[in-house]
């Protein structure tokens, strides 16, 4: 996911109220300042993990030029984006550094439409991942490190661990909204039909705007709340298994 360089000079003033709002409500809320602090490990990882995905698809793809940029690293410091990153911080959501890419380098073997939609679908496939990962991390702390969960150190593990989860599984969920910029929007059109490819590539633009709506209001939270809450219990009945197998 990515807005470009921010030449409206109107999204900027958005964005700038946007993480002045929240980063004040985290200053105000007590405890909510520390979950902040412990979010960034959080954020490093779904981001640099999100990126690199992007590069490495491309890379398997023919494409080098993900390699040439240096993207092919899990190096968080070559997939950060200042804005993305401080947003994805204080307000929950963001993007991170675009991988450029050259979809005329694929193999044959794959059309353009295809390849962009494995690349684009590569990131948040790699987020939901993680959240399996560390969902499994944490079920085995639970089922047999639980004595340590309580100490001062296990506190603050477990919490970025949880931290990790949610943020992965709401940056994948996030980044499939068929709306360019993000990711679903390359997925969505290599299924559709030719014309509506067509329609849908000639008013980019419009549905760039639609998107902005999305995110500027409660429609985001609405269209991606039900997709959210259904991977969180599905993880967490997966952690509820390993615990009983712990027990």
């Known amino acids: 996911m990515y807005f470009g360089n921010f030449s409206n000079p109107w999204m900027m003033i958005f964005i ?15 405890g909510a300042f520390l979950n902040l602090i412990l979010s960034i490990p ?23 030029t993900p390699r040439n940029q240096g993207r092919l690293t899990l190096n968080p410091l070559k997939h950060l984006d200042p804005i993305g990153a401080i947003l994805l911080i204080t307000a929950g959501f963001g993007w991170g550094k675009p991988v ?36 499994v991390i944490y079920g085995l702390l639970l089922a047999f490190s639980y004595s340590f969960l309580l100490t001062t150190t296990g506190q603050i593990i477990g919490k970025v661990i949880v931290l990790t989860i949610s943020m992965n599984v709401g940056l994948g969920v996030f980044n499939l ?70 027990a």
């Open 16 to 30: 700038i109220w946007l993480i002045i709002d929240n980063v004040s409500y985290y200053l105000r809320t007590p």
């Open 100 to 135: 450029e890419i050259n979809s005329n380098n694929f193999n044959r073997t794959i059309s353009i439409r295809k390849g962009n939609a494995l690349v684009s679908l590569a990131g948040p496939l790699m987020n939901f991942c993680l959240a399996l990962i560390f969902s």
């Open 177 to 246: 909204i068929p709306l360019p910029p993000l990711d679903g929007s390359k997925v969505l059109q290599a299924f559709l039909p030719t014309k509506a490819r067509v329609w849908y590539t000639q008013h980019e633009r419009m549905l760039y705007f639609i998107f902005i709506i999305v995110w500027v209001t409660p429609l985001a939270s609405l269209l991606i709340s039900p997709a959210i809450s259904g991977i969180n219990e599905l993880l967490l009945k997966l952690i509820n298994t390993i615990v009983g197998l712990g």
């Open 42 to 64: 959080a954020i490093l990882i779904a981001i640099t993990f999100h990126e690199f995905a992007h590069a490495w698809m491309a890379d398997r793809l023919g494409d080098d």
